[in-house]
Structure formats: C-alpha cells, structure tokens
C-alpha cells in the first residue's frame, strides 16, 4: 500500500504561522513549533484519539465551545488559541477535578518526578483547590499481576492502559468496569492480567496507579540515569532505554523507534533485566575438574581452553547462539577457519542452506523492512508465531489490519495467535512447509499438481487456492514473514527455492513495500550469517574456502569421534537444537567443551570443560544486525560484574594463541575489520549508524552482495510426502517467548516458566481416552515425554503438539528435525 | 432511601478494594474444547452474531440470553458467552457492569424496577419504592431496585415488573404486585401501560 500522501497546511497558532501535516491532531502540530498542550489520555501510538481527559482543551476561532487538541485534524487557514483566559480557565478547572480525589502521596509514589499529572498540575494547574472534603481512599497497592500493581486511589481514568489492551495487544483483558463515577480499571472476576505485552501500561500510565512490581520503590527518577541500547533477547532487537543506579539496570523502558518496535517493549524484554543480577548467573570462568565444574582464574581458564582447542586443530567445530554480536562472531569465524584450521561452524541449528540460496534471500530489492507490514496490502505470516518468535511484530501485524486495513494470511502448523485477525488461516502438517510453498507456487503460477502437493502438506487445497487468490489479488505490496523453521531440515534448500519462486510470481522484487522478511532463530541470526558464522560462506555471504560442516553435522561428527572439540558460543545444544540424546552423546565424547554462558544450563552443566562468563547485554559493546537489514549498535550502560570479561577479547586472545595477528584494541576496530571483510557493509560507520540503526540495503555499498548464480523460479522437486497419522499422531514443537534461561532466573519473570503441556485436538484425546489436565506419554522409539493434555478446539485433529525448551520434558527428547509420528497414550 | 457510606470508611463500590486472585489463569478467550455451552444458550447466541456486521454488537442481547439461562451473568454465564463469540470474558465483563439489566451478582429472577426519576419521584416514586421493598421482604427470588427513568412519565409513580410496564401505581399496590409476580399471574392488568388507551388510534383498537 502506498504510504498516504502528507500534506502540508498552514494555520495559526497563538498569532504565529505553522505549517503542519493536514488532517494530523492539533497536539502534535503544536510540537512542531514548541507549543505544549497538556494531555494525559492521548498517546499518538494507541491510535484514534479519545478525548477522555479533556485536559487539552483549546480555542479555535468559528468554534464556539473550546476543543479537545488531542482530536481536531489541523485544516488550512485554522486559527486556534492555546493561551486565552478561557483556555486557561479550563485547563485549571480540568487539573483541580483531576486532583479532587487524587492523594498527596508524590513522596512515595514511583512515578513521582516523572509524572505527566505533576507536570501537568505545576505548569497548567492553578495551584490551589476548592476542595476541603475528605479525598477517597482505598486499600492500595492492589496486585494486578504478578508483573503490575495498581494503585485506583491515583487513577486518573484516562483509558491509556485499557486501551492498549483493547487496540493494542488485543488481548482485552484489562478492562473499565463499572461506569461514570464507579469506573474502575480491572480484569474478568479476579484474573490476572498476565499476557505478553502487559507491563507497557505502566509505561503508558500518566499518573502512578500502574507501577512495575519489581521497580517498585528501587529508585527515583532523579538518582538514576537513562542508557539507549538494544534489547537482544530475541529478534525483533527492540531499542531500550536501561534505567540505572549504582552500576545496576533498574528498569527497562522502550525508546521509541517506528521502525523497529513502534515504542512497545514485551514483558520479557522488559522484566528480563534482573537476570543480569542474580546468583545463578555466571561471573568467573568454569572448569571441570575431577568431574565437577570448579571456578578458577581467567588465566587457568583460558590456558586450558587455548590447549583443549588447538590440541584438536582440524578437529574443532564451533556452534553458535544468538545473543553473539557481529563482531565476536567475525573474530570466532576468523578462530576457526584461520586459527585452528576447523571450517566446521555454524550459526543455524536447523542445518545449512545453500550459499546461493543465502544470497538470493539477502536481495536487496526483496527484503521487507518492518514498516513494510504495516502499509503492506497483504501479509503472509509463513510458519512461524510473531508473538513467540519476535513478539513485537505481532503488534506490528495487528496494527496494520486494525488501523490500516492490512489482509492477513496465516500459514502455520500450530494454530496462532493472530488468527482471529487473520482473512485466511491454513493449517498444514508440521514440517511440511516446503510442500505448502510447493503447492502455493504451483497455485500461483497455474501450472503443477496444486492437489497433490497441498495433499503432501496436509493442507486444504481449497484454502491453498483461497490464499493464492488472496495474495495475488491483494495488490502489488505483499510481505511474507517467515520463519528460519522452513529452511530447517535436510529439505531445507527445496523449502527456500519454493519460498523464492512465491515471491517472483508475486513480483515482490519489483514493489518497494513488498518482499520477504525472515524471522532467524537466534536474536542475531542475520548477523551472524552475514559475519561469516555459516558452514558454508565466509564473511559477507562470500565463499568460505572450504566448506564445513552444519550444525547438524557437527553434532554427528562429535558423537562419531571425528571431532574432539567443541566451542559453544552463547549456546547449550542439548537443551536448544533437536535430537537431544544425539547432542547428549556428541558432548560427552567430545574430549574439550568451551562455552560462553550467562547461565548454568543442563548441557552445560553435565558436558563442559571450560565456561567463560558470558557478558549481559547491558554490558556489552557491539552491533547486531536486524533481521530486516538494520545494523544496531549495543552499547555498555553498566560496567562488567566482577571477574567477567568482555568476551571478543576472550575470543582475541585465543585466536593470539592459536598464532592470528590480533591488533585490535576495541569493539569499534573489530567492527572496521568486519565492514572491511564484508562488502556490502562498506559503507557503514558507527557514527551514522548511532542511536537509530542503519539498513546496509540502503547504502551504495548494496551492490556489492554478491549475486546468486541461480534465480527464481527454480524448477523444483516434488517433495515428500506428509506422514499419515494412522492411529499415531503428528508431532509438531513450538518455543515459547518464556523458554530461556532469562526468564527462569528473574525473580519477577519466574511464574512464566514454561511447563511441558500437550495440545490435543478434542477428537484425538476422544479416541484416546483422555481428557483435560489428565497425565499422558507421548512416546517415540522408546524415547517419551510425560506432561498434562491441554485441550484445544484449534488444534487440527491428527496432530499433537509439543513444546521446545522447556524446565522438563522438553520435546527434543522426541525429535530430531525431521517429521515424526508419535504415540500418546495415558499415563 | 439507603444510605449512603462515605468514602472515608471505605470503597463504596464493590471491586475497588479487590486484588486479583494469583491462583487464577489469565482470562483469555476461552477454548471451545474445555467449556462446555448449552447448545440452545449457543444457538441463540450465534443467532444475534448473525444479526450485526460486526458480531460485538450482539454482546447485549447475549448476555441477556445467558442471564435468562443462569439467572444472573456469572462468571460461568459471562465465560460460556464469550467461548461462543470468541471474545474475552473481560471485554464481556465491561458490557455487563456497564449496564444495569445486566445482572453480574446474583440476584432474584424477577425483575421489579421502580422508577424514581424526577416525574416518579415527585409522584411518590420513592414512597412506591420503600413499599415494594417491604412488600418483597427477603425473598431471594425478587430483584426489586429503584430505576433511572423507564421512560413512562405519564403513567408516573410507575414500575417495570419483569418488563410489563405499571401505573400510576398506589403504595397500597405493591403488596398485590408482589403477590401476582410470587403466583405467576398477570400483574396488575388494568394498570398495565400497554392496555392504557392513548391517543394512538392503531393502540386504541387493539386495547
């Protein structure tokens, strides 16, 4: 959808000539020139105004009675007035009812120096009260989570926060009861608003009635300090401001960036901090010794991790997580390919995709950016769940059908979240996405078997031919978001080829708001990749040399004894990537296990030989790139805990070790020697990149992406068939945002906590003689999971799902990446 | 007239004081698979969703209809509504506190509503009110309250007894109200609003 067209009007404002954007609210045209019209209830990001405050009230000449700023449209030749005796008359009688029944308690009130209604009442207020009757009051904090507390003494009734659960999230469960002068903000008969994105109202809060219950009383706004960085718990990067006092993160709040996350943050992103500050978090290096992991000094660590490695030169494979920065991943590639002479590294668990596929993929001209989804005319939400995935793109895609009128289609697995947004949902066997985008391509193009592939991914053929329509009728600007889960799997190149031929039948290259925009698995995924973290492509998607082996692979070549060293960065396989048992025996044949963790995890725990402290990313300096291209600088807000250290020297010093010339003194020079080894980054520089990220899609230095020797449409091959559930069921995994080892060490996070559940279909827990809550074991090959039925009409009958991750019972007890058919039974 | 607590011993307003209870789920849409709905309640719930283009519109009347299933919108009531119309019991909820004939604590299934707006009220509305309340006495099964304006000022003092509309009515009147509504009988009958003859010639004729 073409962006709407902004233009430009003049109008008068107290005397002076403004031009502004026709049709945007009177408040924000002020801003323009440096008027401030106090409001409480209008935040531009909840979308249509209200008017409920009524504290914005101005004149406009024609008018007769004043009006709401926060809801007139600017229109040419307006004449408005923001400090007539009457529009002052006003905004003291608005602030004296507003305090009428407010308490006096600024002094202990959290929001107190950072408080719109203080603000509000000393720069409009008219400082003093009629009022002498005695003020209401209630029992307060009440819980209104475990997350939040309110306080409904303080409430103004602004409708902010029942708003954003309303129009935002959508998962309106905050709500008004009551009416007029009995309204109070609550939940459903005494539930806890517990969802995803429910600590933003303490954030949206004007006054103090919405307080973080972990901030609580830690601080006051003028003993602490702001520190811009970027959160790295999970893709979507969302930019952050740390609060911090005495060398501690307080308090995460957004810092509002449109193209990256609109100004939301999720609660994980935003209560996740206090993993930073806990007991269980690793603080000096780990080594086995005599069968147990002991603490020693960084230089025993380092030794004994120097000799483990280059003892096994050749023979090491490194696996990579995604909380690694671009530039620790530039020094590890240059470790192992250079240093230990070892091409087996990888930073995508699903296994590799071919080289030309990556480049085709990192096009340019068919990637999305995030603002895409909102102005596109349709979106294709393609095997992955935003809200576990990247969560603050789920927000991103309902405002785009609710406010813009977006088409939604979901093709997933597990039945979503955005469904009930959505114009089409398809449903299709787990794992049998590249046969889902074999047949839509087959649908688009018109030619090819559309039945029988859609038959090979257990889909509807009907509702594949709904979504070709919809797609290809929807207009030209149609993003496709999707998750690395498709490229994953030994058919994962089959399952990109089909991907890209959809995109060169929709003509996605050609539209400027179209293209495809991946979800990786790892929150730097795409950085990684294009740091030269992959089996198959050195820095800059360039050739690698010599090829390596995939993540996979190296599990299988450690338990087969062909390599004897392993570095883990950021990552614990056993607990992360499918086929736990294979990683269970790859780790504990594997004579040396390095790793850098945060966090004692139960690979670790059980395979490790050395562990040096992973640094938090408060601590952290360095870039991650976007999944849409957006290079992010992580700037350090806190100094290191004691005896961590800053892991790219760590990875400095064993590749100084293992005989690399290391001449970098700082992250910054790292970052030059990986913009000069990756080509499309040329033009990069961490000035401009600055606070607000930079697209290298939108610096010359693009053209440089070397060019796939293939393009689409790519004849493709028919591809297997999905499993028929005869008496068996399907097994499909998900990760959930609470899987992570930041959520099960922040105290206010714990309650989180992903337990293992199966997901029935009501017909399939029928046949099988259960029902909700009950016990059964989901078995394959002797291998079993035990957890609670969770009954869910949604599920598609014939499948089961399992989740990933989990505290116990997690599904890669069961799985190995490819489909399966597994056997439930009561327990 | 009740009186009227201050603030200054507390909330006034049931739920102001209330935490939320840790032990409970968070009250998503609630799953078709694990609530179970009366298949009539069902059917004619979805049959006011079809009514609307946009099926929130139906939440009114379809909390009525679970209300008459229930006898009052409870949490059971309110969450077998939303299962049918796939929205959160919460946004249920705002409806139903919002509006007065919805019930969302329990109460009596006869509904008596004096009126004892400004007409009533300078008719005697509220001397009708105290006798319905002593007429009603305990009896759990009467919900009898005092009502905004019901829009029949000119039948004034005036109630509405399980929507039939009286008036004027006497003091004296309530004791048989409440024994006709007790016997299921018609209430009241030359009373009733709708048998009133009125100016109209179309009501005349069907009087």
Redesign the interface.
């Given at each position: 959808m073409p962006r709407p067209e902004q233009k430009m009007v003049t109008f008068t404002l107290d005397g002076r000539e403004v031009s502004a954007i026709e049709n945007s609210m009177l408040v924000d045209g002020a801003k323009c020139v440096d008027v401030e019209i106090p409001v409480f209830c209008y935040d531009a990001k909840l979308g249509q105004p209200v008017g409920a405050c009524r504290m914005c009230l101005v004149e406009v000449e024609g008018i007769n009675k004043l009006q709401t700023a926060c809801s007139t449209p600017i229109r040419e030749g307006m004449v408005v007035n923001t400090e007539s005796d009457r529009v002052k008359e006003s905004q003291r009688a608005v602030v004296e009812f507003l305090l009428i029944n407010h308490p006096l308690d600024c002094p202990v009130c959290d929001k107190g120096g950072e408080c719109p209604l203080q603000d509000i009442t000393f720069g409009w207020g008219g400082g003093t009260s009629r009022f002498i009757e005695p003020k209401r009051h209630f029992q307060k904090p009440l819980a209104l989570s475990p997350l939040i507390a309110i306080d409904r003494e303080r409430c103004i009734l602004c409708y902010r926060c029942v708003r954003f659960s309303q129009e935002v999230s959508e998962d309106y469960q905050l709500i008004l009861s009551e009416r007029g002068a009995h309204s109070f903000v609550s939940t459903f008969d005494g539930h806890p608003y517990v969802a995803p994105f429910s600590a933003n109202i303490v954030e949206l809060c004007p006054v103090g009635a919405l307080t973080s219950q972990a901030y609580r009383f830690r601080a006051r706004p003028w003993d602490v300090e702001g520190s811009g960085s970027i959160c790295t718990l999970c893709p979507a990067q969302c930019n952050v401001t740390l609060t911090v006092r005495d060398e501690r993160v307080l308090r995460v709040l957004g810092r509002d960036h449109d193209e990256v996350d609109d100004g939301w943050l999720c609660d994980k992103g935003r209560f996740a901090y206090q993993a930073m500050h806990v007991g269980e978090r690793i603080t000096e290096p780990l080594l086995r010794d005599g069968g147990e992991l002991r603490p020693v000094s960084w230089e025993r660590a380092l030794q004994s991790a120097i000799s483990g490695l280059t003892k096994a030169a050749g023979r090491t494979g490194a696996v990579v997580g995604g909380e690694t920065t671009n530039e620790e991943a530039f020094l590890l590639q240059r470790l192992m390919r250079e240093g230990l002479d070892s091409p087996d590294l990888d930073s995508r668990p699903g296994g590799a995709l071919a080289l030309d596929l990556h480049r085709a993929l990192a096009d340019p001209a068919l990637s999305a950016t995030v603002v895409d989804i909102e102005f596109a005319h349709a979106v294709l939400v393609l095997d992955c769940e935003p809200v576990d995935d990247a969560p603050i793109l789920d927000l991103r895609i309902r405002k785009g059908v609710r406010r813009k009128g977006v088409k939604l289609a979901v093709a997933s697995s597990r039945p979503s979240s955005l469904d009930a947004n959505a114009t089409l949902s398809l449903r299709f066997a787990p794992g049998a996405g590249e046969a889902l985008v074999a047949a839509l391509d087959a649908a688009l193009s018109g030619t090819g078997d559309v039945d029988g592939l859609a038959a090979s991914a257990g889909a509807d053929v009907d509702q594949v031919r709904e979504l070709a329509a919809l797609l290809s009728e929807a207009g030209e600007d149609v993003v496709v978001l999707w998750g690395e889960r498709l490229a994953h799997g030994p058919r994962g190149d089959h399952a990109v080829r089909g991907l890209l031929n959809v995109a060169s039948r929709l003509k996605l290259a050609s539209a400027d708001g179209a293209g495809l925009l991946e979800i990786p698995s790892g929150a730097n995924g795409r950085g990684l990749r294009e740091s030269g973290l992959l089996s198959n492509a050195g820095p800059g998607l360039g050739e690698p040399g010599r090829e390596g082996r995939d993540t996979p692979a190296i599990g299988a070549a450690l338990a087969a004894g062909d390599l004897t060293a392993v570095y883990l960065m950021h990552c614990d396989p056993v607990r992360d990537f499918q086929d736990r048992g294979l990683w269970n025996r790859a780790l504990s044949k594997a004579t040396t296990v390095v790793a850098h963790a945060g966090y004692l995890t139960e690979g670790l725990i059980e395979h490790a030989t050395v562990i040096f402290p992973a640094e938090a990313y408060a601590e952290k300096e360095g870039t991650f790139t976007h999944p849409d291209g957006r290079i992010q600088r992580l700037r350090p807000a806190i100094s290191h805990a004691r005896g961590v250290r800053p892991e790219w020297q760590v990875l400095a010093t064993i590749c100084k070790a293992a005989g690399l010339e290391m001449t970098f003194h700082t992250v910054p020079m790292v970052f030059r020697a990986l913009v000069d080894a990756v080509p499309f980054y040329a033009d990069l520089t961490l000035d401009e990149i600055g606070g607000r990220g930079m697209r290298w899609q939108q610096t010359a230095a693009a053209a440089n992406l070397p060019t796939a020797s293939d393009r689409a449409p790519y004849q493709l091959t028919a591809p297997p068939a999905a499993l028929t559930p005869n008496g068996s069921l399907r097994l499909g995994t998900y990760r959930s945002i609470w899987a992570g080892s930041e959520v099960a060490v922040s105290p206010a996070l714990k309650f989180l906590i992903p337990h293992q559940q199966v997901e029935l279909s009501p017909d399939d827990a029928k046949r099988i003689g259960v029902g909700h809550g009950d016990r059964v074991e989901v078995t394959y090959d002797g291998a079993a999971v035990n957890a609670q039925v969770t009954l869910r009409a949604a599920v598609p009958t014939g499948t089961v799902f399992l989740a990933e991750a989990t505290d116990s019972q997690p599904a890669n007890l069961l799985t190995n990446g490819e489909p399966r058919l597994v056997e439930v039974r009561p327990a | 007239m009740t009186e009227v607590r201050?603030?200054?011993h507390?909330?006034r307003?049931p739920?102001?004081?209330?935490?939320?209870?840790?032990s409970?789920?968070?009250?998503?849409?609630p799953?078709?698979?694990?609530t179970p709905v009366p298949e009539h309640l069902r059917a004619e719930i979805e049959e006011y969703m079809a009514r609307y283009p946009d099926f929130r519109s139906a939440s009114i009347p379809a909390l009525r209809a679970a209300q008459r299933e229930h006898g009052w919108c409870s949490?059971l009531a309110?969450e077998q509504t939303a299962c049918v119309m796939?929205?959160?019991?919460?946004?249920?909820?705002?409806v139903g506190?919002?509006y007065d004939m919805i019930e969302t604590q329990p109460s009596g299934r006869q509904a008596i509503y004096v009126c004892t707006n400004i007409s009533c009220s300078l008719r005697g509305g509220d001397a009708i009110y105290s006798a319905m309340l002593e007429a009603a006495a305990d009896d759990s099964d009467l919900n009898v309250r005092h009502f905004e304006c019901l829009g029949a000022c000119d039948i004034a003092p005036m109630a509405s007894v399980n929507g039939e509309y009286v008036g004027p009515l006497e003091p004296s009147d309530c004791a048989t109200i409440i024994a006709d509504v007790k016997a299921g009988r018609e209430v009241l009958p030359d009373k009733q609003l709708r048998r009133r003859p009125s100016a109209h010639t179309i009501a005349k004729q069907e009087s």
């Amino acid at each position: 959808m073409p962006r709407p067209e902004q233009k430009m009007v003049t109008f008068t404002l107290d005397g002076r000539e403004v031009s502004a954007i026709e049709n945007s609210m009177l408040v924000d045209g002020a801003k323009c020139v440096d008027v401030e019209i106090p409001v409480f209830c209008y935040d531009a990001k909840l979308g249509q105004p209200v008017g409920a405050c009524r504290m914005c009230l101005v004149e406009v000449e024609g008018i007769n009675k004043l009006q709401t700023a926060c809801s007139t449209p600017i229109r040419e030749g307006m004449v408005v007035n923001t400090e007539s005796d009457r529009v002052k008359e006003s905004q003291r009688a608005v602030v004296e009812f507003l305090l009428i029944n407010h308490p006096l308690d600024c002094p202990v009130c959290d929001k107190g120096g950072e408080c719109p209604l203080q603000d509000i009442t000393f720069g409009w207020g008219g400082g003093t009260s009629r009022f002498i009757e005695p003020k209401r009051h209630f029992q307060k904090p009440l819980a209104l989570s475990p997350l939040i507390a309110i306080d409904r003494e303080r409430c103004i009734l602004c409708y902010r926060c029942v708003r954003f659960s309303q129009e935002v999230s959508e998962d309106y469960q905050l709500i008004l009861s009551e009416r007029g002068a009995h309204s109070f903000v609550s939940t459903f008969d005494g539930h806890p608003y517990v969802a995803p994105f429910s600590a933003n109202i303490v954030e949206l809060c004007p006054v103090g009635a919405l307080t973080s219950q972990a901030y609580r009383f830690r601080a006051r706004p003028w003993d602490v300090e702001g520190s811009g960085s970027i959160c790295t718990l999970c893709p979507a990067q969302c930019n952050v401001t740390l609060t911090v006092r005495d060398e501690r993160v307080l308090r995460v709040l957004g810092r509002d960036h449109d193209e990256v996350d609109d100004g939301w943050l999720c609660d994980k992103g935003r209560f996740a901090y206090q993993a930073m500050h806990v007991g269980e978090r690793i603080t000096e290096p780990l080594l086995r010794d005599g069968g147990e992991l002991r603490p020693v000094s960084w230089e025993r660590a380092l030794q004994s991790a120097i000799s483990g490695l280059t003892k096994a030169a050749g023979r090491t494979g490194a696996v990579v997580g995604g909380e690694t920065t671009n530039e620790e991943a530039f020094l590890l590639q240059r470790l192992m390919r250079e240093g230990l002479d070892s091409p087996d590294l990888d930073s995508r668990p699903g296994g590799a995709l071919a080289l030309d596929l990556h480049r085709a993929l990192a096009d340019p001209a068919l990637s999305a950016t995030v603002v895409d989804i909102e102005f596109a005319h349709a979106v294709l939400v393609l095997d992955c769940e935003p809200v576990d995935d990247a969560p603050i793109l789920d927000l991103r895609i309902r405002k785009g059908v609710r406010r813009k009128g977006v088409k939604l289609a979901v093709a997933s697995s597990r039945p979503s979240s955005l469904d009930a947004n959505a114009t089409l949902s398809l449903r299709f066997a787990p794992g049998a996405g590249e046969a889902l985008v074999a047949a839509l391509d087959a649908a688009l193009s018109g030619t090819g078997d559309v039945d029988g592939l859609a038959a090979s991914a257990g889909a509807d053929v009907d509702q594949v031919r709904e979504l070709a329509a919809l797609l290809s009728e929807a207009g030209e600007d149609v993003v496709v978001l999707w998750g690395e889960r498709l490229a994953h799997g030994p058919r994962g190149d089959h399952a990109v080829r089909g991907l890209l031929n959809v995109a060169s039948r929709l003509k996605l290259a050609s539209a400027d708001g179209a293209g495809l925009l991946e979800i990786p698995s790892g929150a730097n995924g795409r950085g990684l990749r294009e740091s030269g973290l992959l089996s198959n492509a050195g820095p800059g998607l360039g050739e690698p040399g010599r090829e390596g082996r995939d993540t996979p692979a190296i599990g299988a070549a450690l338990a087969a004894g062909d390599l004897t060293a392993v570095y883990l960065m950021h990552c614990d396989p056993v607990r992360d990537f499918q086929d736990r048992g294979l990683w269970n025996r790859a780790l504990s044949k594997a004579t040396t296990v390095v790793a850098h963790a945060g966090y004692l995890t139960e690979g670790l725990i059980e395979h490790a030989t050395v562990i040096f402290p992973a640094e938090a990313y408060a601590e952290k300096e360095g870039t991650f790139t976007h999944p849409d291209g957006r290079i992010q600088r992580l700037r350090p807000a806190i100094s290191h805990a004691r005896g961590v250290r800053p892991e790219w020297q760590v990875l400095a010093t064993i590749c100084k070790a293992a005989g690399l010339e290391m001449t970098f003194h700082t992250v910054p020079m790292v970052f030059r020697a990986l913009v000069d080894a990756v080509p499309f980054y040329a033009d990069l520089t961490l000035d401009e990149i600055g606070g607000r990220g930079m697209r290298w899609q939108q610096t010359a230095a693009a053209a440089n992406l070397p060019t796939a020797s293939d393009r689409a449409p790519y004849q493709l091959t028919a591809p297997p068939a999905a499993l028929t559930p005869n008496g068996s069921l399907r097994l499909g995994t998900y990760r959930s945002i609470w899987a992570g080892s930041e959520v099960a060490v922040s105290p206010a996070l714990k309650f989180l906590i992903p337990h293992q559940q199966v997901e029935l279909s009501p017909d399939d827990a029928k046949r099988i003689g259960v029902g909700h809550g009950d016990r059964v074991e989901v078995t394959y090959d002797g291998a079993a999971v035990n957890a609670q039925v969770t009954l869910r009409a949604a599920v598609p009958t014939g499948t089961v799902f399992l989740a990933e991750a989990t505290d116990s019972q997690p599904a890669n007890l069961l799985t190995n990446g490819e489909p399966r058919l597994v056997e439930v039974r009561p327990a | 007239m009740t009186e009227v607590r201050r603030f200054t011993h507390g909330s006034r307003i049931p739920g102001w004081d209330d935490a939320v209870d840790f032990s409970k789920d968070p009250a998503v849409v609630p799953d078709a698979a694990t609530t179970p709905v009366p298949e009539h309640l069902r059917a004619e719930i979805e049959e006011y969703m079809a009514r609307y283009p946009d099926f929130r519109s139906a939440s009114i009347p379809a909390l009525r209809a679970a209300q008459r299933e229930h006898g009052w919108c409870s949490p059971l009531a309110i969450e077998q509504t939303a299962c049918v119309m796939g929205l959160t019991p919460g946004y249920l909820t705002a409806v139903g506190t919002f509006y007065d004939m919805i019930e969302t604590q329990p109460s009596g299934r006869q509904a008596i509503y004096v009126c004892t707006n400004i007409s009533c009220s300078l008719r005697g509305g509220d001397a009708i009110y105290s006798a319905m309340l002593e007429a009603a006495a305990d009896d759990s099964d009467l919900n009898v309250r005092h009502f905004e304006c019901l829009g029949a000022c000119d039948i004034a003092p005036m109630a509405s007894v399980n929507g039939e509309y009286v008036g004027p009515l006497e003091p004296s009147d309530c004791a048989t109200i409440i024994a006709d509504v007790k016997a299921g009988r018609e209430v009241l009958p030359d009373k009733q609003l709708r048998r009133r003859p009125s100016a109209h010639t179309i009501a005349k004729q069907e009087s």
